[in-house]
């Protein structure tokens, strides 16, 4: 892409080069921002602007930036520019932000940023049902649509692309900016399955009649390799979790925190995902024929689904084992606090804030532990799966963790927490022959 130029002809008072960036303007005599001293951002910065003057006033005037990139258009547009302001006696709002809807809904950064909007907020009209993600969902889209505009800048202008005018060459240019990051195959599949889901959205949800661009980027096989922590290595992790092995030299920040060791016990003994443990709260915890249980929503699968509604989403009922309740009884104050409608860790704190600091923690002392670099939180959940299908079959471990396929989503309740009361003598470091219920 060319940098924008005026030439001569057209250099007259109102229209300028700007940038995006730095927010720089065009000498009226040179027409260009090129070799600029305020500016050396790429041309993909570039727009072409209208600055107004508003006739009696001293600094007052009336933008507009341009869509095109035709110094011709542009003056020609800066002259239909001044004819409405004089009809209109300059009340006008800065037409910078005076967007044609007509327009602007077929601009594909219009469009990336309705769809945050949606997954944020949900459904746009009152029968829908609402469509929220979690929030390092939405920060990934937003990461992954970053990606792709920046890949592409320096071949299109994105202010102006439409989401019909991506083609393949423009994929191809992300596919290699993708590959320059050394991603995994699963980081990659998820950018461009992020992508495509986007473009389904468009298709099916906005209802334009295209084709989906990313439909053709084939997914990556990916070589799964599921490892798990011996009871060693786990009890190491919690020797080395404190005060005194907190400083990350990395990001020079301290990660331990009175609770983290309790918390990565809950990893181990519970069976959740580090986003549904950042929000368990103690009145998830019930009690059947005496027996205690966890209640906890399935974030992950409910998300996929799209579901919403308290009363349907599709929940885990998980036993407290021996080794959890003991750390309930003996950290966690579980008599007092029992059926109490509060977060078990660091209640004050927002749930982002908690899931990011048990994540940062547990790679810290980790890595302070000098366990396996293959290894992270989520591998505290494989062995627990892992120890479960061993001692009791892999189908009774898929109905107590929740594991099974869309066609039997909708298991009965009560099976549920039969299952889960016969696991009492359950250990996630047990892998021994035993036998199979």
């Not at 906005?206 to 990313?214: K, T, V």
């Not at 790679?363 to 670099?373: G, L, M, S, Y």
């Amino acid at each position: 892409m060319k940098n924008l130029n005026i030439p001569s002809k057209y250099r007259q008072t109102g229209l300028y080069v700007y940038c995006n960036k730095c927010k720089s303007y065009s000498n009226i005599s040179k027409g260009c921002l090129k070799k600029s001293i305020s500016c050396d951002h790429p041309p993909s910065k570039q727009v072409f602007k209208l600055k107004i003057h508003v006739p009696n006033t001293r600094n007052s005037s009336r933008t507009k930036i341009l869509s095109t990139r035709d110094p011709k258009v542009a003056e020609q547009q800066r002259i239909e520019f001044i004819k409405l302001l004089e009809e209109n006696s300059y009340n006008l709002q800065s037409a910078e932000n005076d967007h044609d809807p007509e327009q602007d809904k077929y601009l594909l950064l219009y469009q990336m940023q309705k769809f945050i909007k949606y997954i944020s907020n949900g459904g746009f009209y009152s029968f829908e049902s609402p469509k929220e993600l979690d929030k390092s969902t939405i920060k990934d889209y937003e990461r992954n649509f970053k990606y792709f505009l920046q890949s592409i800048e320096s071949q299109v202008d994105i202010h102006t692309l439409h989401f019909n005018d991506v083609q393949e060459k423009h994929i191809d240019i992300f596919h290699k900016f993708l590959l320059n990051k050394n991603y995994s195959r699963k980081t990659y599949n998820n950018i461009m399955g992020s992508m495509r889901a986007f473009y389904n959205h468009i298709i099916e949800y906005e209802e334009y009649d295209i084709r989906n661009p990313f439909k053709k980027v084939p997914v990556l096989s990916v070589h799964y390799n599921p490892t798990t922590f011996t009871k060693e290595e786990f009890e190491r992790i919690l020797s080395v979790t404190s005060l005194e092995n907190g400083y990350d030299l990395k990001t020079k920040r301290n990660c331990f925190r009175s609770w983290l060791t309790t918390a990565f016990k809950f990893g181990i003994y519970t069976n959740l995902r580090l986003d549904e443990l950042a929000k368990l709260k103690f009145s998830d915890i019930f009690q059947d024929d005496g027996i205690w249980l966890l209640k906890v929503n399935n974030i992950k699968v409910n998300a996929l689904l799209g579901i919403a509604d308290e009363s349907i989403k599709r929940n885990m009922i998980i036993p407290v084992i021996p080794e959890l309740h003991k750390v309930l009884t003996e950290e966690c104050e579980f008599d007092k606090n029992q059926a109490i409608d509060q977060y078990i860790f660091d209640p004050l704190s927002s749930r982002e804030t908690v899931y990011n600091i048990i994540s940062k923690g547990f790679t810290h002392f980790k890595r302070v532990a000098q366990i396996d670099n293959n290894k992270s939180f989520k591998e505290l959940r494989t062995t627990f799966t892992t120890a479960l299908a061993v001692k009791y079959g892999e189908k009774y471990a898929s109905l107590v963790t929740d594991h099974s396929s869309k066609d039997v989503v909708e298991k009965h309740y009560i099976e549920k927490i039969s299952r889960a009361k016969t696991m009492l003598d359950f250990s996630p470091f047990e892998t021994g022959d035993s036998d199979k219920h």
